[in-house]
């Protein structure tokens, strides 16, 4: 027969031993870059200086980060090379809007902002519309959000 007030007793301690146990949530990677492409494969130098996105090449590829970043040109990876933090894009290349309210989410390089020259992406145009509403109240709740939320 099972002795109820044992069994009452013990549940929290198994409880405490299951959490011990269980692995740890592993953070988010710094950089927001599915299959291994910061940005899907776009030049982040070419937001800067071209006004707006153009694909990479892999030929003009460098590792930053723990991703692989491409450029449209030579000119662009050494730009980048040089000054990495200054192009690319800010939270690691989360959406910016996301990451202001205490969240990560994908971005899409069409939904770009470049604001005191950083470069900022969104999920979705129309999210970058959101975003757009407020800028710097977004970019000054982004940075007290930044880099915790990775391990939310």
Same mark, same amino acid.
């Given at each position: 027969m099972i002795d109820r007030r044992r069994l009452i007793l013990a549940a929290p301690a198994a409880v405490v031993v299951m959490a011990a146990t269980r692995p740890a949530f592993a953070a988010r990677p710094q950089v927001f870059a599915p299959d291994g492409l910061a940005i899907r494969g776009y030049d982040a130098v070419a937001y800067h /200086?071209?006004?707006?996105?153009? %694909?990479?090449? @892999?030929? #003009? @590829? *460098?590792? !930053? /980060?723990?991703?692989? !970043? %491409? +450029? =449209?040109? @030579?000119? #662009?990876?050494? =730009?980048?090379?040089?000054?990495? *933090? $200054? +192009?690319?894009?800010? +939270? $690691?290349?989360?959406?910016?809007w996301a990451v202001s309210r205490n969240y990560t989410a994908s971005t899409a390089p069409e939904a770009w902002t470049l604001h005191e020259g950083a470069l900022f992406l969104n999920h979705s145009l129309s999210v970058r519309a959101r975003w757009s509403r407020d800028i710097p109240g977004n970019v000054a709740r982004g940075e007290g959000n930044w880099p915790q939320v990775l391990n939310q």
């Open positions: /200086r071209s006004g707006g996105p153009l %694909r990479g090449e @892999a030929r #003009h @590829a *460098v590792m !930053w /980060r723990g991703a692989e !970043w %491409r +450029f =449209a040109s @030579a000119a #662009h990876r050494a =730009a980048f090379e040089t000054d990495p *933090v $200054g +192009f690319a894009p800010r +939270f $690691g290349g989360y959406c910016a």
